[in-house]
């Protein structure tokens, strides 16, 4: 029943609200509640009026991420996207406090879930990450130090590129993050493949100079082919310390 209660709900409100929502409720039994979302979040939809009934068990569930066991990610992706799309009548402080109730596999799964929203939206990326995304990281992405790991970072990273022409914002709200990214995970070929280094590469450069602190195995062509489209792109860059560092990363390792 839990699998299909959006259709349920379509069909019988009332009867729904009465007889059955009450077993999403971890404080009745959480044995029930357990089963109830592990059967809704097989198959989740964002459907506003069924979420606006468990409005406070939906929250709460943020409290027992490990509970779901396999199926505690399809939670944060849900989590996430309503936030980004519908946060009626959720409030911006409510859905915060409960992202900030999971634990590190549900935040990388959050930052997971915003690369696939904006890499979704399109031709649309650009308004997307200034109307979605941004408000998102300001007002409901945990503050904490805690909340900044590698998988996180890398998401963030990816993020950077996701956004397009939105790029030099994206690089300048992120960048705090960015250098816990590691090399073995950030895709500098898929960055190169942009062309954002030739379209910003005063940006490009932060982003590059902050994914880079790890010193991790990259893939030395695809970082000189971005140095190359920065120096051509504004040669006064050639000079920056940044970029010095760069140019040496990349002769020790062959370039």
């Not at 979302?37 to 709460?60: E, H, M, N």
């Not at 399809?74 to 406090?97: D, G, I, M, R, S």
């Not at 900030?100 to 997971?112: I, M, N, V």
């Not at 898929?190 to 940006?203: C, D, I, S, V, Y």
Request: contains cysteine; proline residues 4%.
């Amino acid at each position: 029943m839990a699998a299909n209660l959006v259709a349920l709900f379509r069909v019988d409100r009332e009867w729904t609200e009465k007889f059955f929502l009450r077993n999403f409720d971890w404080n009745l039994n959480a044995e029930e509640a357990r089963a109830t979302w592990a059967g809704f979040l097989w198959t989740p939809r964002l459907y506003v009026p069924l979420l606006a009934s468990i409005k406070s068990q939906f929250l709460t569930t943020a409290t027992h991420y490990t509970d779901l066991g396999q199926l505690a990610r399809q939670y944060a992706n849900l989590l996430t996207y309503v936030a980004l799309e519908t946060p009626e009548p959720f409030t911006k402080k409510e859905l915060a406090l409960a992202t900030s109730h999971l634990p590190e596999d549900g935040l990388a799964r959050c930052a997971l879930s915003l690369v696939q929203a904006l890499d979704s939206a399109g031709e649309k990326r650009v308004e997307y990450w200034k109307n979605r995304v941004r408000p998102y990281l300001k007002d409901i992405w945990p503050k904490s130090t805690d909340a900044i790991t590698r998988s996180v970072a890398n998401s963030f990273a990816r993020l950077c590129i996701k956004a397009d022409s939105a790029f030099p914002d994206a690089v300048s709200e992120l960048r705090p993050w960015l250098s816990s990214a590691s090399g073995g995970d950030v895709t500098l070929h898929e960055f190169r493949n942009t062309n954002l280094a030739k379209r910003f590469p005063e940006a490009a450069l932060t982003f590059l100079d902050e994914v880079l602190k790890q010193r991790s195995f990259w893939l030395v062509d695809d970082l000189k082919a971005c140095l190359r489209e920065i120096r051509e792109e504004n040669s006064n860059l050639q000079n920056d310390v940044r970029f010095e560092r760069l140019a040496r990363y990349m002769r020790e390792r062959g370039g």
